[in-house]
């Protein structure tokens, strides 16, 4: 089961702001008015205590956090963890990212509506978008094609608007840990526009071959494991109301079936690219 932790958020923090208001502005005055006190043997005492509800305690004491946690995660930073190793090499299974949210405009949680156009991906970003076929799915990829791009891949090679990507041989993949299964693999050098990459490339699975017009408002994107990737290639374009943010640095490793240690420390703090 996945969890719009956006809505939830949203809605713990109208909850326990609304529950704030509500007896700030209508029950604590009640309760002055009518000498609420803590217990009955303090009827009488100079200084009355207010007794306060203990859900209205808890609801003033999260409100901030909700909502701090709330702006953070909308407007400026999210993390998430990568589950699968579709952007190998360049992303491992384990590793735990964080999204800028505002590289492509602010928007509205939730309803993912662009209020503030800031700005959009950039041939080469890495973006972490709905997967249109189940938007409650976070995926992540890189883009290739913008709008209006013709994207065609033929005999493993990336062609864009009928010129070949450049792509040169970078020895053979040894993968690790949950990545192990990739060993063997090719590792090739991309040049996407400004972008320098590597990715990975099995020379005996078989290769898809389109050719696409990327339409107005759509990206095509694809997995760095290019032969281990459901991508654009396969169910389509991503619409840019679905773009969620530009992955930008791994926090943390974190990969349990890695002999060497369950934390690669060398990769906390590495920027994506």
Do not use: C
């Amino acid at each position: 089961m996945n969890i719009d932790f956006a809505l939830l958020l949203v809605l713990l923090t109208a909850a326990s702001g609304a529950i704030w208001a509500f007896d700030a502005w209508l029950m604590a005055p009640r309760r002055r008015a009518a000498g609420a006190f803590e217990s009955p043997a303090e009827r009488g005492t100079a200084t009355p205590v207010r007794r306060e509800p203990l859900f209205v305690d808890y609801a003033r004491s999260f409100f901030p956090i909700f909502l701090i946690v709330l702006l953070l995660r909308s407007f400026l930073i999210e993390p998430f963890r990568i589950p699968s190793a579709s952007m190998m090499p360049t992303l491992l299974i384990g590793d735990f990212i964080l999204v800028n949210k505002y590289r492509y405009g602010l928007r509205l949680p939730v309803v993912n509506s662009r209020v503030v156009d800031i700005g959009s991906p950039d041939r080469g970003d890495i973006v972490v978008f709905r997967y249109p076929l189940d938007t409650s799915v976070p995926f992540i990829k890189r883009v290739v094609g913008l709008p209006g791009d013709r994207i065609a891949y033929r005999s493993k090679g990336l062609y864009v608007n009928g010129r070949a990507v450049k792509q040169e041989a970078a020895g053979e993949y040894l993968g690790v840990g949950a990545g192990a299964s990739q060993t063997g693999d090719a590792v090739r050098t991309e040049y996407l526009g400004a972008a320098r990459h590597r990715i990975l490339i099995n020379p005996d699975a078989p290769s898809v071959a389109l050719e696409e017009i990327v339409p107005e408002g759509h990206y095509f994107v694809m997995g760095d494991n290019r032969d281990n990737s459901r991508d654009s290639r396969y169910w389509g374009f991503v619409p840019d109301q679905n773009l969620i943010g530009k992955a930008f640095m791994i926090w943390m490793n974190f990969d349990l079936s890695n002999e060497n240690g369950i934390i690669d420390w060398q990769r906390l703090g590495q920027s994506i690219q």
